[in-house]
């Protein structure tokens, strides 16, 4: 009889723990979603714009300038990121900016880039940047100064 009220009390005793730890790793996991979807990687802020359902990062400089994340940009574009893709970038153009981690595209950059690309969905990408990027950037900036 003892072992039995023993293993009842083992029983509860797991399942309390069990509870506390699919709780905490709830909220662990939706803490983690949250910076996620709020653009914190890392210290780093930054937004998240969609083009035609592939993500695409926008990095505000301390300016409030846009830089693109250029590894999506080149998804998109179907382009090989290397040294000889973009030798001829400036640094205006082409950079790791302040608030990034990785390489992006300044606007002068992507705007460059889609005037010479010739893939299909370029010009989308520099309609896309205007209407959907650009003008909700400036509109806040407009908002808040």
Known sequence: MLAGARWLRFKSITRKFQARCWTGSIFTSLARAKQYVEGVEGGHR???????????????????????????????????????????????EVGVPATATEKCLSEAGLRRLVGHSSHRDAAALGLWMERDVLRILRNRAEANA
């Open 46 to 92: 930054h937004e998240w714009y969609a083009f035609k359902g592939q993500r695409v990062r926008v990095f505000l400089d301390e300016n409030a300038h846009p830089w693109f994340a250029l590894n999506e940009i080149a998804f998109i574009l179907d382009l090989k990121v290397d040294r000889d893709t973009f030798r001829r970038y400036g640094p205006e």
